[in-house]
């Protein structure tokens, strides 16, 4: 009779880690913050004005109570805002307890990505695009540009 010691186990394949990623595109390029950030996804309405606000920030909103600065990813990339933005949406992020909502262009999914497979930023991308880039994942048919969520906002706060 053979004893089975059931106190060992046997790994056959150890999992991979990996990250998880929202992801939204802007001007056609595919962008992804990580999912531990996302507080929501919303279509902004009732954007309020601020006056002598830096350009890339649009206004505020009052998501729940509590006042959320808005802002136009596009202008923070460089890019000039949509005329018509009325199919934007927005990805609620927060960085030092506060909301920021971040107008994009459309919503895509989630992405569960290995680590493993993030590049560091190439020198061909756009110069100030690498300043808010964290990386990179090459996918099947497009790159993934990751952005880092602290320096995205460090000058529009």
């Not at 954007?47 to 649009?58: D, N, T």
């Amino acid at each position: 009779m053979a004893v089975i010691d059931e106190s060992r186990e046997l790994h056959t394949h150890s999992e991979t880690e990996q990250d998880e990623f929202v992801t939204f595109k802007i001007d056609g390029q595919l962008f992804g913050v990580q999912v531990l950030n996302v507080q929501d996804i919303l279509k902004p309405q009732d954007i309020a004005f601020v006056p002598l606000a830096p350009p890339e920030v649009k206004g505020s909103i009052n998501l729940r109570g509590r006042i959320v600065t808005v802002i136009d990813v596009r202008v923070r990339l460089g890019l000039p805002p949509l005329e018509d933005d009325t199919t934007s949406m927005g990805v609620t992020v927060e960085l030092n307890h506060e909301l920021y909502t971040l107008m994009v262009d459309q919503i895509g999914e989630v992405l569960r990505l290995p680590v493993d497979d993030r590049e560091n930023v190439p020198s061909t991308l756009n110069a100030q695009w690498k300043t808010f880039a964290d990386g990179i994942f090459k996918l099947d048919d497009h790159l993934m540009v990751v952005l880092d969520i602290e320096r995205l906002l460090s000058k529009a706060s």
